[in-house]
Antibody, heavy 120, light 111 residues
Framework: QVQLVQSGSELKKPGASVKVSCKAS????????MNWVRQAPGQGLEWIGW????????RYAQPFTGRFVLSLDTSVSTAYLQISSLEAADSGVYFC?????????????WGQGTLVTVSS | QSVLTQPPSVSGAPGQRVTISCTGS?????????VHWYQQLPGTVPKLLIY???NRPSGVPDRFSGSKSGTSASLAITGLQAEDEADYYC???????????FGGGTKLTVL
């Protein structure tokens, strides 16, 4: 069965960096792009971007350009989200989700989420 | 302000039918990009409920249905049950932003 398992919660100080991992299993990793989505506390879903698991090419939503970097290690079927120069506003739950595309891409399987808390 | 507009809340009694609207524009829903719907039960991970406008993934009850017309889409839930109480999000793609976009979410309360 398809599973996406994310790394555990993180508590970081402002200005630090964090790297969230998302390990896929149960399907061929390079057959589906990977979406990343943020949910701030008590808020809705925001699309951060996605990464083409074949080419490694990422695409970012405009608010997430610069400090957010998506990457892969296809040898271990794992996608990564790195955030640098963390700010309090970056606090929230970060989800990876497998992209299923056709017309536009939905997210058919989701990781369990990684809580990132930025606090001094 | 979300690119896709949803009502903040809807409610209905058990057994009733409710609909949740998702209003976009000519650069997303109106540009013929598919609309998808997600259900997020309290404290849980979002779950794909409807994909490509009106398709249900395996295991989703046929009480849930989706439709799309012009620059809007709707999610209908019939035979409302207490377990349907959740947040619902629509999602599409916007060609101007070159990004996937979500609605702001709708909280469904079962009375």
């Amino acid at each position: 069965q398809v599973q996406l398992v994310q790394s555990g919660s993180e508590l970081k100080k402002p200005g630090a960096s964090v790297k969230v991992s998302c390990k896929a299993s149960g399907y061929t990793f390079t057959d589906f792009p990977m979406n990343w989505v943020r949910q701030a506390p008590g808020q809705g879903l925001e699309w951060i971007g996605w990464i083409d698991t074949n080419t490694g090419n990422p695409r970012y939503a405009q608010p997430f350009t610069g400090r957010f970097v998506l990457s892969l290690d296809t040898s271990v079927s794992t996608a990564y989200l790195q955030i640098s120069s963390l700010e309090a506003a970056d606090s929230g739950v970060y989800f990876c989700a497998r992209a299923k595309c056709g017309g536009s891409c939905s997210s058919d399987y989701w990781g369990q989420g990684t809580l990132v808390t930025v606090s001094s | 302000q979300s690119v896709l507009t949803q009502p903040p809340s809807v409610s209905g009694a058990p057994g009733q039918r409710v609909t949740i609207s998702c209003t976009g524009s000519s650069s997303n829903i109106g540009a013929h990009y598919n609309v998808h719907w997600y259900q997020q039960l309290p404290g849980t991970v979002p779950k794909l409920l409807i994909y490509a406008n009106n398709n249900r993934p395996s295991g989703v009850p046929d009480r849930f249905s989706g439709s799309k017309s012009g620059t809007s889409a709707s999610l209908a839930i019939t035979g409302l049950q207490a377990e349907d109480e959740a947040d619902y999000y629509c999602q599409s793609y916007d060609s101007s932003l070159r990004a996937a976009v979500f609605g702001g979410g709708t909280k469904l309360t079962v009375l």
